[in-house]
């Protein structure tokens, strides 16, 4: 696979676990979010998930984020070789 699609599957895999990580916040929210008639609806502090279970979501996500770009991204034992 050449280099230029393991790019595209990298930025691909960041999208992927950006969605799932607002997924996972939200859906932590006890009430809706979204917009009424006359306003929108916003959580009230203190409800939720807090800041630092929050920020452990994400470093987990971009943890595998890393550990994929390593996996994808390394040399193989066959390109090394051809270098030599």
């Known amino acids: 696979?050449?280099?230029?699609?393991?790019?595209?599957?990298?930025?691909?895999?960041?999208?992927?676990?950006?969605?799932?990580g607002q997924w996972a916040i939200v859906q932590?929210?006890?009430?809706?979010m979204g917009w009424t008639g006359y306003a929108?609806?916003?959580?009230?502090?203190g409800i939720g998930l807090h800041p630092w279970v929050q920020a452990l979501i994400w470093l987990a996500l971009i943890g595998v984020w890393t550990l994929a770009a390593l996996l994808l991204l390394r040399e193989s034992k066959v390109e090394a070789k051809r270098e030599g």
């Open 1 to 20: 696979m050449s280099l230029r699609y393991k790019v595209v599957l990298l930025v691909a895999l960041a999208a992927a676990l950006w969605i799932v």
């Open 28 to 32: 932590a929210s006890p009430f809706p």
């Open 40 to 45: 929108p609806l916003q959580v009230t502090a």
